[in-house]
């Protein structure tokens, strides 16, 4: 599933290439990916056709572009394998294409292509409304719920150790809470562990102020050389807006490598290896000895 670091590579190509754009003609191919557009097909091809886009943003691994009347915006969530492609025209539809807007900016036409295989994410049109506690920037209604990244600047992690130390949780679970922060996904969350050297059973209300300015620095770390890298590519699924794939997998110190070498274990002349355990129907891993279990651990 595509996480911050590659939703931001994403929303960057689309800043790029729509910014300033009029949308000329919209083609639905699969109504499906509009499913959370409650008025339907129709209403979004009217509502979006003649629109000026603006800037793009995100919260999370929520993406928007917003128009230029200034209340409304196109929101787009990937899913687990949604894609947006800036392509022109005469470049052959990629297969499963459910959605494709015409844009045209400086005389030059060109297609925003919304790509799912799976059919997981989705586009549709909301009302931007001002956040809680920034009311100047505005924000989707339907994603005034989500908490801020890691790299907004303003997270706070004096914010995020307040609300740590009141839930009862594991570390991990609440990284991967949507409404405490938003963006760290699976991947994210085991290589920020891993570089602030903390287990992903630790009860959340045992963190001390600077164990979690520690792992939501880590996590910051790690989404920017992510970044830099054009995000994790496993599988074609996830791609830019070109179609290129990111090459982070390659800089992964735990994620996907059960049973090989911690590295920094190994630089310490020792081989410690990475174990890989189930959670929340999914995978943790870890190293035993850079991230030992909690005397107080909850799984």
């Given at each position: 599933m595509p996480e911050l670091p590659e939703v931001e590579v994403v929303r960057r190509g689309v800043?790029?290439?729509a910014n300033n754009a009029h949308v000329t003609a919209v083609e639905i191919l699969d109504q499906r990916s509009l499913r959370r557009h409650v008025d339907g097909p129709e209403d979004f091809i009217f509502r979006l056709v003649g629109q000026r886009l603006e800037a793009s943003y995100r919260?999370?691994?929520?993406l928007w572009i917003a128009f230029d009347e200034g209340y409304r915006a196109i929101v787009i969530h990937l899913g687990m394998s949604g894609q947006v492609l800036v392509s022109d025209p005469d470049?052959?539809?990629?297969?499963h294409l459910k959605i494709r807007i015409t844009i045209c900016r400086d005389d030059r036409v060109q297609e925003l292509r919304f790509v799912d295989q799976r059919i997981f994410g989705g586009l549709y049109l909301d009302t931007l409304v001002p956040a809680q506690d920034?009311?100047?920037e505005l924000i989707p209604q339907t994603v005034a719920h989500i908490g801020r990244d890691p790299l907004d600047p303003l997270f706070s992690a004096e914010a995020m150790?307040?609300?740590?130390r009141k839930k009862k949780s594991s570390l991990k679970r609440a990284l991967l809470d949507q409404s405490v922060s938003s963006g760290i996904g699976n991947i994210y969350a085991d290589e920020a562990l891993f570089r602030a050297r903390l287990h992903y059973a630790r009860p959340t209300e045992t963190l001390t102020r600077n164990e979690v300015s520690r792992v939501y620095t880590a996590a910051e770390q790690v989404m920017r050389l992510a970044l830099a890298q054009g995000g994790t590519s496993f599988d074609t699924l996830y791609v830019n807006v070109n179609g290129e794939s990111g090459y982070f997998d390659r800089s992964?110190?735990?994620?996907?490598?059960?049973?090989?070498?911690?590295?920094?274990?190994?630089?310490?002349g020792t081989y410690t290896l990475i174990v890989r355990q189930k959670f929340m129907n999914r995978s943790s891993y870890y190293c035993p000895k850079c991230q030992p279990v909690p005397r107080r651990a909850r799984w």
């Open positions: 800043q790029q290439w919260r999370g691994k929520y470049i052959a539809d990629p297969k920034h009311p100047e150790f307040r609300r740590l992964l110190n735990v994620y996907g490598r059960e049973g090989k070498p911690c590295l920094v274990c190994r630089d310490d």
